[in-house]
């Protein structure tokens, strides 16, 4: 069921503002994308996690939070046709956690990987724009957050702010969000650094300045335009690898704990003993779930990737 | 007296594409004598360097050598190369037949010293030989081509564009071949080295009695050194001849275009036309002659059937129908 | 060249003092570190009292950090919360665990990874390559963890092959020999997944890099000269691939202290994953800060080992 960006553009008016010109250009950008295997897989697989975050909660039979779920008559049972996906310790549905974890590793990974861009980006542009000590002090920074190794990081930081839960918006989650998308940002930053680099030579900034144009509106003008196309790339990067973040995160307890995001999840089975136990339906459905995910992410950039490498390459 | 070292016939390389092969190289053919140099002069994009890449069967994997036969003489009698097994070409590789590519940074392994390379293709083809043996003629080489042997221990990045040019040749002349191809050895460098290293060429050549296919764009370059021509469009051999004879009366209205396009130091103050149009493209050839659309002497009959090559003066080929041509240059010419 | 050597030391030598400075203000940016000796179970108000004044959390900001950062580069960081250990030793007792797995499976899958990327490189776009590199974007798509409990799951619990749980059988008094034997034994399964997971990484970019330098001029003159396909990549394609390499394997290590620590707590291995692990749970802070020193060090030493290494093999970077 193919959308032409004529049938878009018609759905919007016939007037091109700036929002039907970008979802034609979205529309192209997808399609482009799908047309190859790899990209199917991976848009595919993203849709139905998009899908299974908007009517999980719809479609779950169960509440995990609800006291009338809990069963312990009937706990860590394998699956069968009651509980599709078995029950966990608390003989609580795990189908339904199943469901409901899409919504949670969705969100996070979007918003700190939407962040950690921002946030790159931003110093990236900066950097590189303004050189001289601005972008030496930026580099360093960049590089010593670049060095950092993350586990520890991460979970030092989390560990502090355990105790400020509950002023950090989104609590545990929020916490999550912050910590991954504090030691996110800095591999943006290099590959906009140095884009940003090579658009300063160019004489139209010169000519910018010459005409009295601030700062700012250059950047806004003509640098983050020719920005953009390596941060969207790069931003699919960084959302899939903070969705393993959240999963690792979440496996150390410091998810919140009325989240059923797929990372808590696994947490929760480890603990209950589900390994020991044999208990595969418990763990392997979040896992495979998280790994399809990421890997659809990887698939789609491998497809942006391999569509702007020159074709001479081939012969 | 023919001699021929190296016979190519009715070569055509391409890769594969939608409705059959698209072709780069489209029936090429040359004889190059014992001790001549032959240059192989065309635009950017002719097939030129396909065609050496061919002869030497290294070219790139999406191409293949559709048809054709390439025959070297060697001491031991003819090799068919088209035929050879990978295994058989690296016998041939180098003793018989090198190569010298632009001498780019790229050309030579950067963390490799000189002494090295050159010394590890000598070895290769003379498993037996010894290392101190090796280490003299590696010194000797680069002082043939006009380096000190003091160098010979550097890494490629030490030397300049031109030098690197010259480590290149003294690298190909490692196994003392027959023929060495020269692809555009004085593209990248400016015009006084340019002069030595062809004056280094030639000296060579004299000396070592070797062949040399010389390939380039540069017109200027082939009158200095090259005794014969083929002049190469859009993947075939357009016209060929004794230098002299081509650049004075050329038989092809593109090589007519070409020589047209170099200004005479004392001739005319004029901006010399340029060739309308652009080369054809491979997966889409015009019919009949390729140069067809681009030619101001075009006229029907060139858009049907092959064009082929046939002898319009002594010793000289053209694939124009309407040779001999009594016109000169269009503009300008070379001396 | 000595110049260039020295203006590394010191990046390697400021970006150190950088995390020392980072450790403590991090530390009490986020609370009063006097609040946090109210976790300590047992204490009584002059016992507080006392440590407050002997660890000169009474002094001001500035003396506090002149103390720390004395105590650190006289190897004696703090005290941990919940073992009252210095935690010096508890990292102590945790590191050759943790050895014990990350340098055989390091070794491995550079071994393996090497081979494969090779593989993928020469036979680019074709079903080899597809499936190698499939498989190594799935195996970096899966959180560590997981991966870890797969292994247990089909290794341990259906096939029953190895051991799963700590880094010996509980309770044993073995020595010598049989106690190897028992180490081993449990060692293999974690050593297994730390392998794969680290292959990941390794092989994609192995093959990225390779795939880079597969396609050089300088291959073609190597083909050119004479040297079949294998021997023109030995000679030429992978000395050069390997810099970028070393450089990676660096930055990969810091990985692995990452990897480490799922993988040490689905095995209860007693390395310093596990310590950490417990340590969060355990709102164990010195212990965490101390994790994050060591390693944070240990990452910046690599690092410039890297980059000497590197300039080492690299002509072109002496020159500079």
Redesign the interface.
């Known amino acids: 069921m193919a959308v032409s960006s004529e049938t878009v553009a018609q759905l919007l008016g016939s007037e091109r503002g700036p929002l039907a010109r970008w979802l034609v250009g979205a529309v192209r950008v997808v399609r482009a994308i799908g047309r190859r295997p790899l990209g199917a897989f991976g848009l595919i697989t993203i849709a139905i996690v998009v899908a299974l975050a908007l009517l999980g909660p719809a479609l779950a039979p169960q509440d995990p939070l609800a006291s009338s779920s809990f069963d312990f008559a009937n706990r860590m049972q394998s699956p069968s046709s009651a509980h599709w996906l078995g029950t966990d310790e608390s003989g609580r549905d795990l189908f339904s956690q199943f469901l409901l974890g899409a919504r949670v590793s969705l969100i996070v990974g979007l918003v700190a990987g939407i962040a950690s861009a921002v946030i790159g980006a931003a110093v990236g542009i900066c950097a590189g724009y303004f050189g001289g000590w601005a972008d030496r002090g930026l580099t360093f920074l960049d590089d010593w957050f670049l060095v950092l190794p993350f586990v520890p990081f991460a979970v030092l930081m989390a560990a502090l702010l355990q105790d400020d839960a509950e002023s950090i918006p989104g609590g545990q989650t929020g916490i999550i969000v912050l910590v991954l998308a504090i030691t996110g940002w800095a591999g943006t930053t290099r590959i906009v650094r140095a884009q940003v680099l090579s658009l300063r030579e160019r004489q139209f900034v010169e000519r910018a300045r010459s005409q009295g144009a601030s700062h700012v509106w250059i950047m806004r003008r003509h640098i983050l335009p020719n920005v953009m196309p390596i941060v969207w790339a790069n931003t699919v990067l960084i959302v899939a690898l903070s969705v393993l973040g959240e999963a690792g995160l979440s496996y150390f307890g410091l998810g919140d704990p009325d989240s059923f995001s797929w990372g808590t999840v696994l947490y929760n089975g480890f603990q209950a003993g589900a390994i020991n136990q044999g208990a595969w339906w418990y763990v392997l459905p979040p896992g495979i779930a998280i790994t399809l995910f990421v890997l659809a992410f990887f698939a789609v950039g491998q497809v942006i990737d391999e569509s702007s490498t020159p074709q001479a390459r081939r012969l | 007296m023919s001699d021929p070292v190296l016979t190519v016939d009715d070569l055509h390389v391409g890769?594969p594409g939608e409705e059959g092969d698209i072709e780069i190289v489209t029936g090429v053919s040359f004889e190059l004598q014992r001790g001549e140099a032959l240059g192989l002069a065309g635009e950017s994009g002719c097939g030129k360097t396909t065609t050496a890449l061919a002869i030497?069967k290294?070219l790139?994997p999406?191409?293949r050598q559709i048809s054709g036969t390439v025959d070297l003489q060697t001491a031991n009698g003819v090799v068919h190369l088209q035929k050879r097994t990978?295994?058989g070409m690296?016998?041939v590789?180098?003793?018989e037949i090198?190569?010298v590519?632009q001498g780019?940074i790229?050309?030579?392994?950067?963390?490799?010293r000189v002494s090295r390379q050159i010394g590890?293709?000598i070895r290769?083809?003379d498993p037996e030989a010894d290392r101190t043996a090796v280490r003299e003629r590696v010194k000797e080489l680069l002082e043939r081509v006009g380096i000190s042997g003091e160098r010979a221990s550097q890494?490629p990045?030490?030397f300049s564009g031109g030098m690197r040019q010259r480590v290149m040749i003294a690298?190909a002349l490692a196994c003392e071949p027959e023929v060495i191809i020269a692809d555009e050895p004085t593209t990248a460098l400016d015009v006084m080295t340019q002069a030595q290293v062809l004056a280094l060429l030639e000296e060579l050549r004299r000396d070592l009695g070797l062949a040399l296919l010389l390939i380039t764009h540069d017109l200027a370059v082939i009158a200095e050194t090259c005794e014969r021509v083929a002049v190469m469009y859009a993947g075939s051999i357009v016209e060929t001849g004794p230098t002299d004879a081509v650049f004075a009366v050329p038989q092809h209205p593109y090589t007519q275009r070409l020589l047209g396009a170099f200004p005479l130091v004392g001739g005319e103050r004029a901006l010399p036309p340029a060739i309308p149009g652009t080369p054809p493209d491979p997966a889409d050839p015009p019919s009949g002659c390729r140069f067809h659309p681009r030619c101001h002497l075009a006229r029907e009959a060139c858009w049907h059937g092959e064009m082929a090559l046939r002898p319009v003066g002594d010793d000289h080929d053209s694939a124009c129908l309407f040779a001999p041509l009594q016109q000169t240059a269009v503009a300008g010419g070379v001396r | 060249m000595t110049r260039l050597i020295a203006q590394k030391v010191a990046l390697a030598l400021i970006t150190l003092a950088f995390v020392l400075t980072f450790n403590f203000f991090l530390f009490r940016a986020v609370g009063d570190p006097r609040d946090d000796l109210l976790r300590v179970p047992h204490m009584s108000a002059p016992e507080r009292a006392h440590l407050i004044h002997a660890r000169g959390l009474d002094r001001s900001e500035l003396d506090q950090y002149g103390i720390y950062v004395r105590n650190t580069l006289s190897g004696q960081l703090e005290t941990s919360y919940h073992s009252g250990r210095p935690v010096t030793d508890v990292i102590g007792e945790a590191l050759p665990n943790t050895l014990i797995l990350a340098l055989p499976a390091t070794l491995l899958a550079a071994l393996l990874g090497t081979w494969m990327g090779i593989i993928s490189a020469r036979r680019r776009g074709g079903t080899a390559d597809g499936a190698l590199t499939g498989s190594a974007l799935t195996l970096y798509s899966m959180p560590e963890q997981f991966l870890a409990i797969v292994v247990v799951l089909v290794f341990s619990i259906w096939l029953k092959a190895f051991p799963s749980q700590l880094s010996e059988e509980p309770g044993s008094s073995a020595t010598g020999l049989s106690h190897v034997w028992d180490v081993t034994q449990h060692a293999v399964l974690p050593v297994l997944t730390l392998t794969a997971s680290i292959l990941a990484s390794w092989s994609l970019i192995m093959r990225a890099s390779l795939t880079e330098t597969m396609h050089a001029d300088y291959m073609t003159t190597a083909r050119a000269v004479g040297l079949s396909p294998r021997r023109a990549v030995l000679r030429h394609a992978v000395p050069n691939a390997l810099l970028p390499v070393i450089a990676l394997t660096a930055i990969s290590l810091g990985y692995v202290v990452g990897g480490v620590i799922f993988i040490e707590s689905v095995f209860s291995w007693p390395g310093i994953g596990q310590l950490t692990y417990d340590a969060l749970l355990n709102r164990d802070l010195p212990v965490l800060q101390g994790v994050f020193l060591l390693t944070s060090a240990a990452v910046i030493l690599l690092n410039l080992v890297a980059d000497l290494v590197i300039m080492a093999l690299d002509p072109r970077v002496r020159a500079t």
Request: aromatic content about 12%.
């Open positions: 890769y030497m290294l790139a999406g191409l990978e295994r690296r016998d590789r180098w003793t090198s190569l590519f780019a790229g050309a030579l392994d950067p963390v490799q590890d293709a290769l083809h890494y990045h030490e690298l």
